[in-house]
Each structure stands twice: as C-alpha cells, then as structure tokens.
C-alpha cells in the first residue's frame, strides 16, 4: 500500500474504521478483528519513486496533498487477511473522480507468519486520472529482533504492476527496505529509521530508459502516542516523517529533482 479530509474518500475511511469498532473490534469479543485508519499532510507524493505531483524541494508547498485510509483486519493465526481503502486528495489538478478526489486504491492482503519470518500477497487497484492500475505485492519480512541488539526489520517487497492506467506498461519492481527503530530512554516517542532501494526490472516502469537501481530514500520516523485518550476509543498516536529520496534521472525521467526532501504529518487510530 502506497498512501488522509474534506470528501467522501474520508468517509469511506471512517466508515472502515467505524465498521471495525461496530463489529467489536475494541472488545473481547472480537479481538480477532482490527481495524485502523489514518489522516496525514504530505509534502509530496512518492509511488515508486516518482514525485507524483511533481513537489520536488517545494517543501510543504502549493504541491502538497492530503492522504486517508482505513483499514479492517482478521486474525486466523498464523493467516491473516487485510482489506482496505487509500486516498489522494488535493487540488492539484481536475478530478476524474469528483471534487478534491485524485485517487482511491482499494487492497486485500493474504499474510503467513511462521517463526520469525511473515510473507504477504497484497492486491490492488489504484484508481485514477479515469482508469485502473491494477498491483498485485509479493513480501517476505524477517524480525531480527531477537538477534540483533538494534532491530532492522529487514524486507522484500516483489511489486508487479500487472495491468497498467493509460499509457503505461506492464513491469515489476523490488524494494529492498530495512527499518531500524531507536529507544529514547524513557520517552514515549518512538523514532525509527526506514531506508530502502528500488530496483526496476523494467527499463520504462516509470517511463524512462534505463532499469536497475532507480531509487533510493532515508530518513527518521517520529511517533508519539496519544496515551490522554482513553483506549475504550482506540489507540490513538501521531507522527511526523522526514524522508529524502535519490531518484535516477534516466528510470525516471518525470521527476523536476533528481534528489528532494519530503514531510509529512499525520494522525491515526487502530481498534
């Protein structure tokens, strides 16, 4: 999953959300059953690399957007299965779909653990600019966390673009990503630090020339937990990011910065 409110999308979101608690998501009877969803301002729009509305350094800029998802998931150990909604919405450029509304992508996710180790399968359709781009995920996920005194979190994520919006073509991409996370002593902020690498194994995935190493990206993650809020009414939090991708111009020639720093600020709940 890629991607918080002024429009419908956002009910959508809630409505996730509220389904989740409606079903007893937040008790005992259904501790089998999450739910989640989220809200956040974002500097800029990454998808694979490429710099959607074309933010570049503009930090917080007239090219920024807001995201928001939900999302509702069950529990069958050691399978789980996720189904949800995101949304890109902005001014950024007339909508294909109604007001504000650029994008919604809609997913269902298989997930297996055993030991240390999760896989997933993810399927997606990313619906915008008045046609589909339809995904389909492929992830496998090592908890280090009894090995290492610092935690990586290391990760594969296999992502196929199996039928393509307009003029794009068919193709995949690997990321390789790694998620280190830091103790603050007795702070309840959290602070982690994604980096990745994003091979494409196609030279036009994102309409350029050249595949291999198209992009790379670092940087921290804070968290902070709403602890004021009673947890009758979820597990509340909020977080700010900071994150600088390295884009090569040849993989993706639509980017107007071939490095850019991005932000954005969000809030969530999870039932």
């Known amino acids: 999953m890629k991607k918080f409110a002024k429009s419908s999308v956002c009910a959508a979101a809630l409505a996730v959300a509220g389904l989740a608690a409606s079903t007893g998501a937040a008790s005992a009877a259904g501790e089998n059953v999450s739910g989640s969803m989220g ?8 998808s694979y690399g490429a710099d959607v509305w074309g933010g570049g350094n503009s930090f ?43 994008e919604i992508d809609v997913y269902g996710s298989l997930g297996y653990s055993a030991g240390d ?7 997606q359709e990313w619906n915008y600019a008045g046609d589909q781009e339809r995904i389909v995920d ?12 610092i935690s990586l979190s290391p990760s594969l994520t296999w992502h196929f673009r ?11 991409a690997i990321v390789l990503a790694i998620g280190p996370s830091f103790p603050l002593g007795s702070s309840p902020v959290s602070l982690s630090f994604p980096m ?11 309409g350029g020339t050249d595949g291999g190493i198209a992009y790379g990206y670092f940087g921290p993650s ?18 700010w990011d900071l994150i600088y991708y390295t ?15 991005t932000s954005s600020v969000g809030i969530s709940v999870a039932f």
């Open 39 to 46: 809200l956040s301002y974002n500097t800029n729009f990454v």
């Open 138 to 149: 492929l992830s496998v996920a090592f908890d280090d966390s009894a090995y290492m005194p």
């Open 162 to 172: 199996v039928d393509g919006n307009g003029g794009q073509d068919e193709g995949s």
């Open 222 to 239: 804070f968290g902070v937990p709403l602890s004021f809020i009673d947890t009758a009414y979820g597990e509340w939090g909020v977080n």
């Open 60 to 102: 917080y800029g007239p090219q920024g957007t807001t995201f928001a998802w939900g999302d509702i998931g069950f529990d069958f150990s050691p399978v789980t299965f996720n189904v949800g909604v995101w949304a890109d919405i902005n001014d950024n450029a007339p909508s294909s779909i109604g007001g504000e509304i650029q």
């Open 196 to 206: 990745g690498v994003g091979f494409f194994l196609d030279d036009n995935f994102q």
């Open 117 to 123: 180790w999760s896989f997933g399968f993810t399927y």
């Open 247 to 261: 884009t090569d111009g040849d993989a993706i020639p639509g980017n107007v910065a071939g490095g850019f720093l």
